[in-house]
Every structure is written in C-alpha cells, then in structure tokens.
C-alpha cells in the first residue's frame, strides 16, 4: 500500500495518496507528480486499493499534509473523509488531477492548475485557501454545485391502460388506495416538474403547488452564502443569496458535484464558511479576489 520515497530538501512533510484510477488511466502524469512532490519534500507514497485502503491512509497521515492524486471522486472521497473525522478545518488538501475530463470539472471549476507539473508545484509553494463547503443534514459534503433536476420522463406505454384481469385487479386497487389515503397530486400536467417547497434561509421560494424544473445551489467559494437558483415550470426563475436550503416533498434525488444521492423526502444544506482548505496558485492575498468557476 505505501512505497519509501526519498526525502526531498524542502522540510515540508507531505503524505501523497495515489488513487488507482488516476494509476491506471495515466500512469505517467503519475509518476511525474511523484517526481517533482519527492523532489521538493520528504513525501510518503500511499497506494491504496480500495475506499477502505485510502480513508485508513488518510486517518494515519499524522503531521503530513495530504495530496491526492486523482479525479473529482477522489478529491470528494478525501474531503468527506476528513469532514466526517472533524478534521477537515485543521489542515490543508493539494490535489494533482490525473483522469478523464469530464472527471476533473470540479477541480478545475476550483482552480486547481491542469497539468502533472503545475499542480504539484502548485501543491508544494502554492497558497492556502479556504473554501466554504455545503454540509448536508445527513452528513454528506459538496464541494461545488447541488442540483435537482428535472425528472426523467415516463417510460413508453407507462399509461396505457390493461385490458382483462389486469384491469380489474388495477381498479381494485386503484380502490382500495383512494379509501386510505388521498390521491397524489398528478405530475403528469406538468411533465418534466417536481413538486417540492423549497425554503432559503426560512423563506420560502416555492411550494407544493408550484411546479419545479430545476434547482440549484451553488457554492460562492468564499463569504459563506451560496447562489440558490428556483427555475419554475412556468419559465421564471427565483434568484437569491442564502446560508441554508431546505427542500421537502415526493421522493426527489439530486445531484452533489458529481455524485448522486436519494431518493429523500426531505433534506437541508448549510454552508460552512471557510470549512476546508486548498492549495492553489497565487499570493494568499488573492484569496478574497479569487472564486470558484461553477
């Protein structure tokens, strides 16, 4: 799992977790990381596996600072890995991207420098910035963007009615569930919509009766608000700045930078103000000029 690298002359102490897809997928920008962070630091090279492997060789960093190498899931692993062990305010994350394109829009979005060389230099003699990050009720972290989009459309046929016992078992049951409870609103009048109340901050932006076509909350990077955006079946959309978001209603699953989660009825996100920290390009004084590119 970890390789002895020699030390470098820098004095800094750095503990460099190479994930398998970035080893498989491009094993040259791989070893050139390797190269220029043991060139410029005393680095420990940590090979894990498996998700097991690299949260237990993140949890036994000690002193050393990480420095992922790796894609968006990767950085997202490390990040919530931290934030779950209540560590993630007290240290500082490098991350060297090695993967697909569409696997580093997070990453880049953030800041962190394209190529092998750049980001390890970057992780080496960069700035410390610290970064607000959305925290969810169950735990969960995104770095970036929350969306709920629209749902997928019915499948073909979905409608069609059945014809024989089918259809006397369907109109039993059809029965049988309007006596015990009260019938759904339909979301077939506005296909493509959610039904969901949607509160920023305690206000409410919309409720069960308006349809929605999209969400989104969006991190500022730094100030501790983030851009909430309501797109309504009608075309408008609601625009605000709010430190929390609460969504509730039918079953709804959204999208956290990369990752899926859901289905939930209900779920709240709260930004943490300068919750994590990265090493970026640039004096630590442009820590307030610069922002994330969502």
């Given at each position: 799992m970890?390789?002895a690298e020699?030390?470098?002359?820098g004095?800094?102490?750095?503990?460099?977790v190479?994930?398998?897809?970035?080893?498989?997928?491009?094993?040259?920008?791989?070893?050139?990381a390797?190269?220029?962070?043991?060139?410029?630091?005393?680095?420990?090279?940590c090979?894990?596996?498996t998700p097991e492997?690299?949260a237990r060789?993140?949890s036994?960093r000690?002193?050393?600072?990480?420095v992922v190498v790796g894609?968006?899931h990767a950085l997202l692993?490390?990040?919530a890995q931290?934030h779950?062990?209540r560590?993630l305010?007290?240290?500082?994350l490098?991350?060297i991207?090695?993967?697909a394109?569409?696997?580093l829009?997070?990453?880049?979005?953030?800041g962190v420098?394209?190529?092998a060389?750049?980001?390890?230099?970057?992780?080496?003699?960069?700035?410390?910035?610290?970064?607000?990050?959305l925290?969810?009720d169950?735990?969960?972290?995104?770095?970036?963007?929350l969306?709920i989009?629209?749902?997928p459309?019915p499948p073909?046929?979905?409608?069609?009615?059945?014809?024989?016992?089918?259809?006397?078992?369907?109109?039993?049951?059809s029965l049988?569930t309007?006596?015990v409870r009260?019938a759904p609103?339909?979301?077939t009048?506005?296909?493509?919509?959610?039904?969901?109340?949607?509160?920023?901050?305690g206000?409410?932006?919309?409720?069960?009766?308006?349809?929605?076509?999209?969400?989104s909350?969006?991190?500022q990077?730094?100030?501790g608000?983030?851009?909430?955006?309501v797109?309504?079946?009608?075309?408008e959309?609601?625009?605000?700045?709010a430190?929390?978001?609460?969504?509730?209603?039918?079953?709804f699953?959204?999208?956290a930078?990369?990752?899926t989660?859901g289905?939930?009825?209900?779920?709240?996100?709260?930004?943490r103000?300068?919750?994590?920290?990265?090493?970026?390009?640039?004096?630590?004084g442009?820590d307030?000029?610069?922002g994330a590119?969502?």
């Amino acid at each position: 799992m970890s390789a002895a690298e020699p030390p470098g002359d820098g004095d800094d102490q750095l503990l460099v977790v190479i994930d398998p897809v970035a080893r498989r997928s491009d094993g040259e920008s791989v070893r050139i990381a390797k190269d220029v962070l043991s060139a410029g630091a005393h680095a420990k090279i940590c090979l894990p596996d498996t998700p097991e492997e690299f949260a237990r060789a993140l949890s036994r960093r000690g002193a050393r600072r990480p420095v992922v190498v790796g894609d968006d899931h990767a950085l997202l692993r490390a990040v919530a890995q931290l934030h779950r062990e209540r560590e993630l305010a007290a240290g500082v994350l490098s991350l060297i991207p090695v993967g697909a394109a569409h696997a580093l829009e997070v990453a880049h979005a953030l800041g962190v420098p394209r190529g092998a060389v750049a980001a390890a230099r970057t992780a080496l003699d960069g700035a410390v910035r610290r970064l607000d990050l959305l925290v969810d009720d169950s735990d969960g972290v995104v770095l970036g963007r929350l969306r709920i989009p629209a749902p997928p459309p019915p499948p073909p046929g979905s409608g069609t009615p059945h014809a024989g016992v089918t259809a006397v078992w369907d109109t039993c049951r059809s029965l049988v569930t309007s006596l015990v409870r009260p019938a759904p609103v339909a979301a077939t009048t506005n296909p493509g919509t959610h039904r969901l109340r949607i509160e920023a901050d305690g206000v409410l932006l919309s409720d069960l009766d308006t349809p929605v076509r999209d969400l989104s909350v969006t991190s500022q990077g730094g100030g501790g608000l983030a851009d909430v955006v309501v797109r309504t079946g009608s075309g408008e959309d609601v625009t605000v700045e709010a430190k929390a978001v609460t969504v509730s209603g039918a079953d709804f699953r959204y999208r956290a930078d990369i990752q899926t989660g859901g289905p939930v009825r209900t779920r709240t996100w709260t930004v943490r103000a300068g919750a994590w920290g990265l090493m970026l390009p640039g004096p630590a004084g442009a820590d307030a000029a610069a922002g994330a590119r969502w």
